[in-house]
């Protein structure tokens, strides 16, 4: 009996292990075709994202050749059209007040010498000296005034750009200047009298005034600070001037160039209407064959601007 069973069993091992011998290569084969299914799913997927990615590029691609094109000139030409229609757009600004000047001036003249110069003899004999006011004499006077009128023209209202707020200006200007009468231009009647009893052959006496004055035009740069405010202090570092006198020198010279420098202010009294003062001093080196002309004037004015 027992051996009936061992033997039972003996071939039910046999069986089983048979069929897992045929079972196996089966098993492997069908495991070996769905890693490979696998496998051949995931290259499909991969080749269609990059066909998709591929039909994107060429999508862009399309869409940029279809686009216009424009070189580097006709940009930047469209970029100055957009700007000039942008200043065009912005409301025009016009000044407040103008920069160009028209002034009147006139005030209180000295001068540092007498004045000088004319037909003078200082002694003749049998009249006595010039200086006990028989004799002519020479010409001392020194105080007088003058009047006159002149022309600020703007130049630029930030010194070029180097001070904001500060105007610089040319000044084109002329003066009279009146420092008195001297009678008996040239020998007085005494002087010719005594002369022609001496034998001397002289013309009668010159018995007319002589006006004692001068005529000065004069070219600066003058600087006025605060130039948007109501009050404007300024000054002319150094300009030219050129003096016409009368009488004229000994010499018969009439014309003497010199320099001026001169500093004041001004007010705007209502819209471009000014009032203001000035001193100037006025300087000529050495003298004029005989003339001095250096001075001062000081004074106000009235300014129109224009």
Do not use: C
């Not at 000139?73 to 000044?95: G, H, I, N, R």
């Not at 007498?114 to 200082?122: A, I």
């Not at 209407?273 to 005989?290: E, L, N, S, T």
Request: glycine share 10%.
């Amino acid at each position: 009996m027992i051996k009936k069973t061992k033997l039972a069993l003996g071939i039910a091992t046999a069986t089983f292990t048979m069929a897992a011998v045929l079972a196996s290569p089966e098993a492997a084969a069908l495991s070996r075709a769905e890693r490979a299914a696998e496998a051949a799913n995931n290259k499909v997927d991969a080749l269609e994202a990059q066909l998709q990615s591929m039909q994107a590029e060429l999508a862009n691609l399309r869409a940029e050749a279809s686009r216009p094109r424009m070189d580097a000139d006709s940009e930047k030409v469209q970029e100055l059209d957009q700007w000039m229609a942008s200043v065009k757009a912005e409301p025009a600004k016009t000044k407040e007040h103008h920069d160009n000047t028209l002034f009147f001036r006139g005030g209180y003249s000295h001068q540092n010498n007498d004045r000088g110069g004319t037909l003078d003899p200082t002694e003749v004999p049998g009249v006595g000296s010039s200086r006990d006011g028989v004799a002519v004499g020479p010409i001392s006077d020194k105080d007088g005034y003058y009047f006159g009128a002149g022309f600020d023209f703007g130049l630029t209202d930030d010194v070029w750009g180097m001070m904001d707020n500060t105007q610089v200006l040319g000044e084109l200007m002329f003066d009279y200047v009146e420092l008195g009468t001297h009678k008996n231009n040239g020998l007085s009647p005494a002087e010719t009298s005594v002369l022609a009893s001496l034998g001397a052959n002289l013309p009668a006496a010159n018995t007319q005034q002589a006006t004692v004055n001068m005529l000065r035009l004069a070219a600066s740069p003058k600087i006025k600070f605060m130039a948007e405010s109501d009050f404007r202090p300024w000054i002319v570092p150094v300009g030219f001037e050129l003096s016409v006198i009368s009488p004229p020198s000994d010499a018969i010279t009439v014309l003497a160039p010199g320099m001026q420098f001169g500093l004041g202010a001004d007010y705007r009294i209502w819209k471009d209407m000014f009032i203001g003062a000035d001193a100037r001093y006025h300087y000529a080196p050495g003298d004029v064959d005989g003339i001095n002309i250096n001075g001062l004037t000081a004074g106000g004015y009235l300014g129109i601007g224009f």
